[in-house]
């Protein structure tokens, strides 16, 4: 079962990303449920996942917004005109469903096939949508305060960004059992906020779920069998990836654990596969990993895959 989520943001955000979904569900699961329910869960996701989750994705005017997909360029020489019109499409990051669909039946094989779309602040669009990604830019004064004698240290500035859109995430559920318990568990998230710099008010959201005719479509498209797909969520590699014909962006993630409620811990560097990755496999297995990052922490890095039509694979 396909559930989607709104979030809509109250405070100053970090980017959230599926990774970030799943540390926040596991922290707040454990609060709710205890350590030994946390460890049973975790073991479940390394051999059969009740539940994948996507990154959080731009919610404007009921219009799903997905990632644009990384896609190969027509040929080997690119001429000057085509390159010109590239600049357009080449920097957009989020594509509308009804694109993304063009994607997903084959219709559209190429960058070069974006040109004929409109593109506004970072959207490829059809022409008679105005969809902008808002966001606003505030300037954040601090107070390094000493503990010793609660004394002002120093004052410091930092760079915020308020999303005046809202955004969602979905979650494919194969135990739908745990649908309840995902509920209070988001209570909890609202509650606690998500992301990073919690400790200075950011990250605070409301989490909805919505209800939209697009949903059952988009359901339709997920196939963890079909050997090629576009990934809602970064992928850590694994060994079933046919690189050769898979179209991917590589980025390196290293970062500290959530440390609302106990020391933070340096976890080791993961390397992922950005959402968007055009991904072949050689058989039908799960791809990505739940790694152990260190210090019994996991890193989430499964797949959610949308089935891609007319790929080229080979061995």
């Known amino acids: 079962m396909l559930k989607a989520y709104r979030i809509v943001y109250l405070s100053p955000t970090s980017i959230i990303r599926s ?6 569900i596991c922290w707040n699961y454990k609060l709710i449920y205890g350590k030994e329910k ?7 996701f390394i051999h059969n996942p ?12 009921d219009q799903f917004l997905f990632p644009k997909p990384i896609l190969p360029l027509k040929g ?24 993304f669909k063009e994607i997903l039946e ?5 960058e070069e096939d974006f040109s004929r779309f409109n593109i506004k602040s970072g959207i490829i669009q059809e022409k008679e949508l105005e969809l902008k990604l808002e966001i606003t830019r505030h300037t954040q004064v601090r107070n390094l305060i000493s503990r010793n004698n609660l004394s002002s240290l120093n004052l410091y500035f930092i ?19 745990f649908i309840k318990e995902i509920n209070s568990i988001f209570k909890l998230i609202e509650e606690n906020g998500i992301g990073g710099k919690k400790s200075i008010g950011w990250g605070k959201v409301q989490i909805q779920e919505i209800e939209n005719e697009f949903i059952s479509e988009i359901e339709k498209k997920i196939n963890f069998k079909n050997k090629c797909f576009v990934t809602l969520s970064p992928i850590i590699p694994s060994q079933n990836i046919i690189s050769n014909n898979s179209y991917y962006e ?4 290293k970062s500290y654990t959530d440390s609302t409620f106990e020391k933070e811990f340096l976890k080791n560097k993961v390397l992922y596969l950005k959402e968007g990755s055009l991904i072949v496999k050689s058989e039908n297995k799960l791809t990505g990993l739940l790694k152990n990052v260190g210090n019994n922490i996991y890193q989430y890095g499964l797949e959610f895959p949308l089935e891609v039509k007319l790929c080229t694979i080979t061995d």
């Open 159 to 177: 760079e915020s960004d308020y999303k005046l859109y809202d955004e969602y995430f979905l979650i494919y559920f194969l135990n739908n059992n």
């Open 250 to 253: 590589i980025e390196t993630i």
């Open 76 to 99: 080997e020489k690119i001429d000057f005109e085509t390159k010109i019109q590239r600049k357009a499409f080449k920097k957009a990051q989020f594509v509308t469903f009804s694109i």
């Open 19 to 24: 990774f970030t979904l799943f540390g926040a």
């Open 50 to 61: 009740p539940f994948f989750i996507s990154s959080a994705f731009p919610y404007i005017k």
């Open 106 to 110: 084959g219709n559209i094989k190429y």
């Open 38 to 44: 946390l460890e049973a869960l975790l073991n479940e």
